[in-house]
C-alpha cells in the first residue's frame, strides 16, 4: 500500500474527521466521532520473511518515493515523517524544532509491530520510574508528569548469520608467588538469530535498550502506512551493507563475549580472531517507543517508554543531599556495624 493511498484512509467513513492509530484498539480511531475502524491484513505477504544478503555479488534493493512530507530536526538532525498531518514541530528523537525537507527516496519497510501501550500508558510509567529512583530530587515527579511524549517509530534490521570462527587468545595465571602468561586458540561457531540493531544513528543505546528486550519476529505486521497515523516515524535510508557495517562493533563484542565464554579463563589480556560470515539474511523492521521529554534545570532529559510491552528506561538528575544523607548513613552504619563486632571480642 503507497502512503499516498494512506492518507485518504485516514478519512473518517463516519463523518469525514481524521483517523488515527488506537493502540487500545489496535484499529484507527476518529478523533472527531470516535468511531473504530479495523485495518485490514495483508494476507499476501509474510511480515516474518528474511532476505537474503551475499556480500560478493551485486544486491539490489528497492527504493520508494513517496509523497509525505518530511520534517528534519534544527538540533540533532533527525528526519521523521507523519502519516497524516503533521503532529507536531519538535522532533521525536531530540524534542528541537523541525522543518520541512525536500522529499528523498527511501528503501522499503518489511514489517511493523504497531504501538500496543498507549501515551496515557506511557506517561504512567515514565512517572512510575521516575518514583522508584534513589535520590532522585522531590520535585522531579512533577516535573516528569509535565513532560512532552512522543510516539515514535524507530528504524531497525533484524541480521542473521553464521559465523566460522578461528580465535587466538593470552591469558595469565599464577603459579606459586609468580604470573605466567599462557595462550589457548581454537575454532567455533556462533549462530546469530534475529539479531536486533539500529538502522539509524539517531537511535541512542537508551531507545535501542528500551526495546531489545521485547521483539519477538511473531508479533510483526506487514507494513502498512495506517499503522503510522498519529505517530512520527523515521524511514530506512541504510543499504544492508551500510546497517552491517554500522553495526560491526556491536556484532564484534558479541562475538568477543562468546570466545571468553568458550575459553572460560579469568585475566585474559589478549584475545584476537578471524571469521568467515555465511548465511546472512535481514529485514528492514519499524519499532515503537515513546519517548518523554522534559528539562531539569538546563538540562534536556528523556525517558523511553517501549511502545511493546512498556518496559522504561531513563535519565534522571540526582539530588546532592539525599546523595550525602545516604553517604552519611552508610559510613554510619559501617562504623556501627565495626563497634559491634569489636565489642563481641571481648565478651
Not at 538532525?77 to 503532529?87: D, K, M, N
Not at 552504619?333 to 563486632?341: D, F, H, K, S, Y
Request: aromatic share 8%.
Amino acid at each position: 500500500m503507497a502512503l499516498r493511498a494512506a492518507q485518504s484512509d485516514l478519512q473518517c467513513a463516519a463523518c469525514g474527521g481524521q483517523c488515527s492509530y488506537s493502540p487500545s484498539d489496535a484499529a484507527l480511531r476518529c478523533a472527531s466521532c470516535g468511531a473504530v475502524h479495523p485495518i485490514a491484513h495483508d494476507n499476501s505477504t509474510d511480515p516474518t520473511r528474511e532476505f537474503h544478503y551475499h556480500p560478493d555479488t551485486a544486491h539490489t534493493e528497492q527504493t520508494i518515493l513517496t509523497n509525505t512530507t518530511t520534517h528534519q530536526c534544527q538540533t540533532c538532525g533527525g528526519e521523521v515523517i507523519f502519516t497524516g498531518p503533521a503532529l507536531s514541530e519538535r522532533c521525536a528523537y531530540c524534542d528541537g524544532p523541525v522543518v520541512l525537507k525536500a522529499q528523498e527516496a527511501s528503501y522499503q519497510t518489511m514489517g511493523v509491530i504497531p504501538f500496543r501501550t498507549t501515551e496515557a500508558e506511557a506517561q504512567e510509567r515514565a512517572l512510575a520510574w521516575v518514583k522508584a529512583r534513589l535520590a532522585a530530587p522531590d520535585d522531579l515527579p512533577g516535573i516528569v508528569s509535565q513532560g512532552r511524549v512522543a510516539g515514535l517509530y524507530a528504524p531497525f534490521w533484524t541480521f542473521d548469520s553464521r559465523e566460522a570462527i578461528n580465535y587466538l587468545a593470552r591469558y595469565r595465571v599464577k603459579r606459586g608467588k609468580n604470573w605466567e602468561t599462557r595462550s589457548t586458540g581454537g575454532n567455533m561457531t556462533v549462530v546469530f538469530d534475529d539479531l536486533l540493531m539500529p538502522a539509524s544513528h539517531h537511535i541512542t543505546p537508551l531507545i535501542r535498550d528500551g526495546i531489545l528486550h521485547d521483539f519477538h519476529p511473531d508479533s510483526l505486521r506487514s507494513y502498512d502506512p495506517t499503522y503510522l497515523a498519529g505517530f512520527a516515524a523515521e524511514r530506512h535510508h541504510q543499504s544492508v551493507g551500510e546497517g552491517l557495517a554500522a553495526n560491526a562493533a556491536d556484532k564484534d563484542l558479541l562475538i568477543r563475549n562468546q570466545i571468553k565464554k568458550r575459553i572460560n579463563k579469568n585475566r585474559i589480556i589478549d584475545l584476537s580472531y578471524k571469521t568467515d560470515t555465511t548465511g546472512i539474511r535481514y529485514r528492514r523492521i519499524l519499532l515503537p517507543v515513546w519517548i518523554l521529554h522534559y528539562h531539569y534545570g538546563d538540562k534536556p532529559t528523556k525517558i523511553v517508554v517501549c511502545g511493546i510491552h512498556g518496559r522504561t528506561f531513563g535519565e534522571r538528575p540526582f539530588s546532592r543531599l539525599k546523595l550525602a544523607g545516604y553517604a552519611a548513613a552508610t559510613s554510619a552504619a559501617t562504623i556501627l556495624i565495626g563497634w559491634v563486632w569489636g565489642a563481641a571480642q571481648f565478651i
